[in-house]
């Protein structure tokens, strides 16, 4: 099993700043990571798909990159509907395995 | 537009069964697998199993790897999760998911369906 690792388990941050997410894997996934954005009461929803791509409608301010075992998601400039839990999860190989997420608070 | 519509969710016995059912529209439906996410109370997200758009190849968590079964109905267009043998573990919100072509990213998710295992 892959196992993920987030980090920071929270991030606090005030709007207009830039937020740097990390996921670690326990061995490479050849660059097949998504991240989820997930807010209170609300299903998931996928922002980046293959480390770097992002999904339909997706604003800019958010981008992904890495490869191998290491990647990150980028918020470029925060804005408050952005501050919510970040999951990441790779497709490289079953069991399909989530990290913990990263939860982004308003300072 | 795609939808995902879970529905079957309730409180059951440990040791009871439930079948949830989950309504997809808007996509070619033999064209994608299909999953089953769920989350615990407060916890994070935990993939529980897939099927693929011809329901020719399953795959499943460990731990629920026995007890559940994945189906889909291609002329109902319903993805289906029988759960036996429940426990006070599996009470989550089980989210109905889409996989883009080729076993891609999870693109689309349902709003979940709450499963309570409890005496």
């Known amino acids: 099993e892959i196992f993920l690792t987030q980090s920071p388990a929270t991030l606090s941050l005030s709007p207009g700043e830039r937020a740097t997410l990390s996921c670690r894997a326990s061995?490479?996934?050849?660059?097949?990571l998504a991240w989820y954005q997930q807010k209170p009461g609300q299903a998931p929803r996928l922002l980046i798909y293959d480390a770097s791509s992002r999904a339909t409608g997706i604003p800019a301010r958010f981008s992904g990159s890495g490869s191998g075992t290491d990647f990150t998601l980028t918020i470029s400039s925060l804005e408050p509907e952005d501050f919510a839990v970040y999951y990441c999860q790779q497709r490289s190989a079953w069991p399909l395995t989530f990290g913990q997420g990263t939860r982004l608070e308003i300072k | 537009e795609v939808q995902m519509l879970e529905s079957g969710g309730g409180l059951v016995q440990p040791g009871g069964s439930l079948r949830l059912s989950c309504a997809v529209s808007?996509?070619?439906?033999?064209?994608?697998?299909l999953s089953w996410v769920r989350q615990a109370p407060g916890k994070g997200l935990e993939w529980v199993s897939t099927?693929?758009?011809?329901?020719?190849?399953?795959f499943y968590a460990d731990s629920v790897k026995g007890r559940f079964t994945i189906s889909r109905d291609p002329s109902k267009s319903m993805l289906y999760l029988q759960m036996n043998s429940l426990r006070a573990e599996d009470t989550a919100v089980y989210f109905c998911?889409?996989?883009?072509?080729?076993?891609?990213?999870?693109?689309?998710w349902g709003q979940g369906t709450l499963v309570t295992v409890s005496s």
């Open positions: 998911v889409r996989r883009d072509v080729n076993w891609g990213s999870h693109d689309y």
């Open positions: 808007g996509f070619t439906f033999s064209s994608h697998a």
């Open positions: 099927i693929s758009p011809s329901s020719d190849l399953t």
């Open positions: 061995q490479t996934i050849r660059g097949l």
